[in-house]
């Protein structure tokens, strides 16, 4: 049969007990045709049929409450398998990632449902055998109550998003991070009388594009003077922008070619007026500016009155922050996903308590300002960097008529950004009060996870998820191999126990095998803590234990769910995986840590 799906005519009375699909893509929003079709599908299952759809990634994570409400609530979803990390190898013409959803044609039951989600982290070993590899770390099961409460509240985006990357262990610091006011609450629209104004920069007008265009907007009068100055959302604007380094309205329209008197849009002009944080739709770009400017809609905009400069540079040094980058990264649809962006109603619900509040540092005024003292200081640094290198150019033309110095200052001006951000990073933690736990899962999400997520090519250097620990580069791994997971690992069991009153500890031992490609840790139930031990694992055992993990997995078609090796031999327990930085780092001690204290916990209570 071939027809249109969507007709009501086509297959109209007819049902069946299964329907597979790969529905076409295209639209936008709710005009988006995989929607309707999952909106049909059900109509044509018989009761308790089954529906398994490849889906655009959108229907999960891009403002679909209304739709997502609906649907879970007329099928019962069994399992989501999201994509994203294949989504250049698996599907290399695809415009977007996708998902697959396979659902029953029957109603749930809300508070005893739970979505199986599974999100498998691209795999080299597994792609060479035609399968995708899914690990324990990467499977996870979403109660349905969860994401029906969420859709009310707009969040069911987020709820999905952040399964894709963050463990149990992230899940409770964001619930955390997420109690917390949001920008949003300090930043809104001019005619919503908040502390701060936000929004993005003006549209320009094209005459003659406007001119074959009968549904364009009727164009705005230009309210601000031509040398009024500008900054362009392409240049490298890092942290601090100098005014030496804008040029005017008049010339960026020119350079553009647009209308000069006329705007497409215009908005309230209280937004260009300093102090203000600039940030681009990519997020790569983060930075203050102590001088009124204009710009395109390439930028966003957070203003606010001079009294809170402190607080807006402080603010600056937050938004480009490893914690900021982590609450992104987890709760941002596109990051990860697709691209590197973030809009500004994402931007928006980052976490930013102001000082005083009962859940930051008792002394985030001191540190707000002490960031602020060392922003300033590096500004009058940078200011009189370029002002020497401008002197010097000067001298050196007298002998060559085309000196550069462009490339040379954005270097220097790197170098010195970064050094002082690495040096700020410590007093944002204290900002916020993060745990040494905390901590952890922030600089391993920006360290190993962001950059490995969503590789363009099968042999991409930046997968660092994929290294084996002799060879990754990544600290502290590259220095202390399974020592770093092993460490973290035996400190929390000790913290634990120490909490609890026990008199018991536990040390480590373990290393790795490069023939089998095994990484082997053993935790000793002891009297007294001790160092952890590097220790080969013999050959016979490194042959048993690989055969063993072989076995352990099950195939189930083109998907290879792994199974971890971990298991108690009288005052020992024995963890088993392959030798990849994923299944190694400080993170995943952390929630093993946790998965171990409980089985401890449960045999107690069973004794």
Not at 44 to 67: E, H, V, W
Not at 567 to 577: K, Y
Request: hydrophobic letters at 40%; proline letters at 6%.
């Amino acid at each position: 049969l071939k027809a249109d799906f969507l007709d009501e005519e086509t297959l109209c009375g007819e049902t069946f007990n299964c329907i597979i699909g790969n529905p076409p893509w295209e639209g936008r929003q709710s005009k988006l045709s995989a929607q309707k079709y999952i909106q049909k599908a059900p109509r044509l299952l018989s009761d308790g049929g089954t529906g398994c759809l490849l889906l655009p990634i959108k229907i999960l994570q891009y403002k679909k409450d209304t739709f997502q409400a609906e649907w879970l609530t007329q099928v019962t979803l069994e399992s989501v398998l999201q994509l994203a990390d294949y989504r250049h190898l698996l599907f290399q013409n695809a415009k977007t990632p996708a998902f697959i959803a396979r659902f029953k044609n029957m109603p749930p039951q809300p508070a005893q449902h739970m979505v199986e989600f599974n999100a498998p982290k691209f795999n080299r070993d597994g792609l060479r055998q035609g399968a995708v590899t899914i690990t324990p770390s990467s499977r996870t099961w979403l109660p349905l109550i969860d994401i029906l409460a969420a859709t009310k509240s707009g969040t069911a985006p987020v709820v999905w998003k952040r399964r894709l990357w963050g463990t149990s262990r992230d899940q409770k610091l964001l619930d955390l991070l997420q109690s917390l006011p949001p920008l949003l609450k300090l930043a809104g629209a001019p005619n919503e009388g908040k502390r701060w104004i936000k929004g993005q920069g003006f549209q320009p007008f094209y005459s003659k594009k406007a001119a074959g265009n009968p549904n364009d907007p009727k164009p705005k009068p230009n309210p601000w003077s031509l040398d009024t100055h500008f900054v362009n959302a392409g240049q490298n604007i890092q942290m601090i922008v100098f005014q030496s380094e804008s040029i005017t309205l008049g010339e960026k329209l020119a350079a553009i070619e647009a209308s000069k008197e006329s705007l497409r849009r215009a908005p309230n002009g209280n937004l260009f007026k300093a102090p203000m944080v600039l940030v681009n739709r990519g997020f790569g770009n983060v930075a203050y500016s102590d001088f009124s400017v204009l710009f395109q809609h390439y930028l966003q905009s957070i203003s606010g009155p001079k009294e809170d400069a402190d607080l807006l540079m402080f603010l600056t040094v937050y938004l480009r922050s490893k914690l900021a980058k982590y609450f992104l990264f987890h709760t941002a649809a596109n990051w990860g996903t697709e691209r590197e962006y973030v809009n500004l109603i994402e931007l928006l619900r980052v976490p930013f308590p102001l000082p005083g509040h009962e859940f930051v540092s008792p002394e985030a005024g001191q540190i707000v300002r002490l960031v602020s003292l060392k922003f300033g200081k590096l500004r009058t640094r940078l200011q009189d960097t370029l002002n020497d290198m401008k002197t010097d150019a000067k001298r050196s033309s007298l002998f060559d008529d085309d000196v550069d110095i462009s490339k040379q200052w954005q270097r220097e001006r790197k170098r010195q950004i970064d050094a002082l951000q690495t040096e700020l990073e410590p007093m944002i933690y204290r900002y916020f009060g993060l745990t040494e736990q905390e901590i952890t899962l922030v600089e391993d999400t920006n360290d190993v996870f962001e950059p490995s997520s969503t590789p363009t090519t099968w042999n991409s250097p930046k997968t660092v998820t994929l290294d084996p620990l002799e060879k990754t580069k990544i600290e502290p791994y590259a220095s202390q191999s399974v020592g770093a997971y092993a460490n973290t690992l035996t400190n929390t069991l000790n913290t634990w126990a120490e909490a609890e009153g026990s008199n018991y500890r536990v040390h480590a031992e373990g290393g790795t095998d490069e023939q089998t490609g095994l990484a082997m840790i053993t935790v000793k139930l002891a009297s007294i803590e001790a160092e952890f031990q590097q220790k080969p694992i013999s050959r016979n055992l490194a042959k048993n234990l690989k055969s063993f993990h072989s076995h352990a997995s099950i195939e189930q078609g083109a998907l290879l769910y792994e199974r971890d090796i971990l298991f108690f031999q009288g005052r020992q327990i024995h963890i088993v995986r392959p030798n990849v930085l994923l299944n190694w780092t400080r993170t995943a001690a952390l929630n093993d840590a946790a998965r171990i204290y409980g089985d401890i916990a449960l045999a107690l209570e069973d004794f």
